[in-house]
């Protein structure tokens, strides 16, 4: 009900976004460090790590994801069913640890085939660059099970999704409380294809090796 990559800490990019101070609004003002996240599918063997990250979710963070506030109960119920056949999960680590999930639901039934994605990041690991990331790869799995349509929706409040959000091309729509954001990704390709089979299939072999 989604209502509403390599190496740990391995620093790309420190950006000072403060080229003009008087103009810029405050998000912008910090400096953010990006790391790359190790980026892998999550498996039903996800599932203990999955109801740690979202029972370690502040109330915010999850009524930002949930668009309304939830118990512990319901996000434990909730991480327990993530993984499902209908499906497809991503997790971001560092250091092993999971930080950020996306999913990517599809519809069951919906033709051309429809698909609902939401993210969360743990509190202490946003404005990191594990949001972008997670979308990034999210919208690749979207597009190799050509898919045509994916929506998210997110609270009014939440600019940093809507900006991520637009930042991949999203049309935005606004209601009185919600937002709506309408993706349309292109068509699987080769290279689509090929990066997702290698990378699943690297990740499958780290995963039993270790
Ligand atoms: C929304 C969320 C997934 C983003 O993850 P994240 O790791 O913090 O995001 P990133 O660091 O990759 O990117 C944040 C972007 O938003 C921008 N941003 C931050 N605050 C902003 C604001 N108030 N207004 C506009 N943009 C803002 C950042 O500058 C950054 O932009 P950039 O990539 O162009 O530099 C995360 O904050 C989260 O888990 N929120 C709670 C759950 C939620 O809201 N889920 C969405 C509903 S499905």
């Not at 909730?78 to 599809?106: C, H």
């Not at 349509?149 to 919600?178: P, T, V, W």
């Amino acid at each position: 009900m989604p209502q509403c990559s390599i190496s740990t800490a391995w620093e790309v990019n420190t950006a000072t976004k403060n080229a003009d101070s008087t103009v810029m609004p405050d998000f912008m003002k910090t400096e953010v460090t990006h790391i790359r996240p190790d980026i892998r599918r999550l498996l039903q063997s996800d599932q203990p790590d999955l109801v740690d990250f979202f029972n370690r979710t502040d109330l915010q963070t999850r009524r930002l994801r949930f668009c309304s506030q939830v118990s512990d109960d319901y996000v434990t119920s909730y991480a327990e069913g993530l993984v499902s056949s209908d499906s497809v999960a991503y997790g971001a680590f560092t250091d092993q640890a999971l930080r950020g999930i996306s999913e990517l639901r599809i519809l069951p039934g919906s033709w051309p085939r429809t698909a609902e994605i939401a993210l969360m990041v743990e509190p202490d690991w946003q404005e990191r660059g594990i949001g972008d990331a997670l979308f990034d790869r999210v919208l690749t799995a979207a597009q190799n099970r050509n898919i045509k349509s994916i929506y998210m929706l997110c609270l009014r409040e939440n600019k940093r999704m809507q900006h991520l959000a637009k930042k991949h091309d999203a049309i935005l729509q606004f209601d009185i409380g919600e937002v709506e954001a309408a993706l349309t990704p292109p068509w699987p390709t080769p290279m689509s294809l090929f990066y997702e089979m290698f990378t699943e299939t690297r990740d499958y072999l780290q995963l039993i090796s270790r």
